[in-house]
Structure formats: structure tokens, C-alpha cells
């Protein structure tokens, strides 16, 4: 059974407008870090953890756990991390973690726990998964192998996609938009609010317009 052209036309309308209503009750933050920043680990304690909290059934956050990282040679796969080796651990250790704690929420509280104190990531991973419940060995595995290495890896390929590139850390990004990286650094919650339609009561009230 074929359906009129005007139906479909009204048909696909009608879709992508639940699209963009969609796309308007939800926001994308991405996050790229390094695990021994302190001003990355300001940032997961005082901004992003915070807002998460707020409407945590509306906002999607992609962990990208590379910052200046280079990649010092390709096979075998290392890397020469801003902080050192210990940083190097800590940031393959993220980077397991982002690709196994398929719950966000999980995800969230264990890269903010962990960020907290990183002089012995795989201690600190441990001792944080298991007071959360998640499995902490399959992260950790992951992060001594192969694995932890070319995800670490991928990561880069993530943040050398940025455009412009890192200069400060840790780079946000609002619905992929690095525009006002000040304001989304010091001021996520508001700033995720002005995206949100149909926005949560804990969202600051805009400022009225003056008429004159």
C-alpha cells in the first residue's frame, strides 16, 4: 500500500520535528582531560559532577581522558603523558573504564572518585570501584594490556579532532560547540541550561531583557 506524496511529505515533517524537540531536551558535554591536572580534577568536583546531578536523564557525557599527551612511538604503542608515567596509568585506566562501565551514572562517579587522588591509580581504582559495586579488575587488566593502549590511543584521535585544538584543560564542549570554553569550565550548569528546552526549576532564571 502506497501512501500520497503530501502524506509522506507531512510524515517526515512530523519526524524531524520530534527530532529537533529531541535534540532540544537533551545536552551532549564532552569532557577532555588529563588525570593528574589539578585544574581537571577542580573541574569533575566542582562543575561537572554538580550539574550531572541536576538532570542526569538529560545530559549525555563523553569522557575523552588524553589532553597533551603524545604519542611517543607506534609499535609498541607509548606515550609520553604531561605528568609522567603515574599520569600515563591513570589516563589508561579512564580510558578502560569509559569503555566498560557502560552505565553513565557508574561511569561518572568512578572517574570523579578516582581523579580525586591519583599517586597509585590502580590502589585508588580499586578501592573506589569497590565501594561503588563495579568490577574493578576487568578495568584494571584492561589498562596493563594492550588494550588500555590503543584506547588510549583512540583518544587521542578524539582530541586531535578538535578544532580548534587543546589549548587549555580541561576543553569542554557543549553539544560539540567549543564556543565560551570560559563559561562552560566555571559555569556548566548555567550554560547547559541555555541549550535545555522545557528546562529543569533548578536552572537559574534568565535575566529579563531591559525594554527601553
Known sequence: MFLPRGVLSVFGLAILFHAQVFANTTATVGVYYETLSPVCRGFFINQLLPAY????????????????TVVNSTNPLTFICDHGETECEGLK?????????????SLLRLAGCTIRNQTDPEAILTECATTLGIEWRPIADCAKAARGSQLLKLNGDKTKELNPGVEELPTITLNGSQNDETQLRTNLWNEICKVLEAKPSTCPLLESRSSG
Open 53 to 68: 546531578r541536576q538532570a542526569p536523564d538529560r545530559i549525555t557525557v563523553r569522557l575523552v581522558p588524553f589532553g597533551k
Open 93 to 105: 585506566i579512564h580510558s578502560c573504564a569509559v569503555a566498560l562501565v557502560q552505565d553513565q551514572t
